[in-house]
DNA sequence: CTGGATTCCTGCTTGC
DNA sequence: TGCAAGCAGGAATCCA
């Protein structure tokens, strides 16, 4: 599950990727290209100028209005290989060739992701929420999002049009850091718990940058190796478990849709 | 508008 | 041991 540090991992794995140019891009199926404004052969001979993360989203600027977009779905992979290397998995769907020796490989084995051929970048975006490591969030804006709401705090921090990056491992991290249980209707927190919620959502986000995402499964990073905050996890896929902060058992519960983990003892 | 359910997809896990 | 059913999940879409 690529989320927020998961794509800001990848991104940071192609800054040597910056000025060079396609050769060419190939793609095994179409149908993994969610819309196009150009065609995919406008790329060649273009150089990938700036490469920078959106909520889940990594964009490649090629210059001017010329922008690869890719989401990674659940099981997305994005990686450099060099270009003589052959060996190369299932569900592969997209490999550019660069001028640096580098193709790169976009692999979805579920589908759940897709690649955009986008002109307006901002109009791509501009239904997307806040970025959570910005100043602009703040408890000041997550207290103007979560008033009146009723949906639980879990649904409301999933929710990429609020706030963008935060998936399913990093909402029950972040609210079990903030000692908010998951099923909370969003409109009963104080103001104290949602700027323990803020805090916690920004500190899970930057410990898990550190340790170059999670590795619950897929996820592999630009190099396809796998990241290291699995070891780091208190909640996430530890139903069972003796909690590490109380020793009490951790629950698993499908919270609007989701699996979530949580301690009732350690989370109101 | 809000909130909940449904859909897409494949691979791993579970149960008989 | 083998096979089928169940489950997981991001985000768009649909419905009440």
Known sequence: MPELPEIETIKRSFVNLINSKVLRIEFNRYDIIRRSDFKPEELHGKPAEIIYRRGKYLVFNFGGHLNLIVHLGMSGRLYLMEDDQSVIG???????????????????????????????????????????????????????????????????????????????????????????KPDRPAGSLSDLEIQRLCESIKNVLAHSIEQRGTTFRDYRDGFNQAGGFQNYLKVYGRHQQACVRCGKVISREVIGGRGSHFCCNCQR
């Open 90 to 180: 299932k569900h592969v769907h997209m490999i550019a060739y660069f001028n640096n020796h580098k193709k790169l490989i976009y692999q979805d084995a579920r589908r759940f992701g897709g690649v955009w051929l986008i002109n307006d970048v901002k109009g791509f975006f501009a239904r997307l929420g806040k970025e959570p490591l910005e100043d602009d969030f703040n408890p000041q804006y997550l207290g103007d999002i979560i008033r009146n709401r009723k949906i639980p705090i879990k649904s409301l921090i999933l929710d990429q049009h609020l706030i963008s990056g935060i998936g399913n491992i990093y909402a029950d991290e972040a609210l079990f850091e903030a000692g908010i």
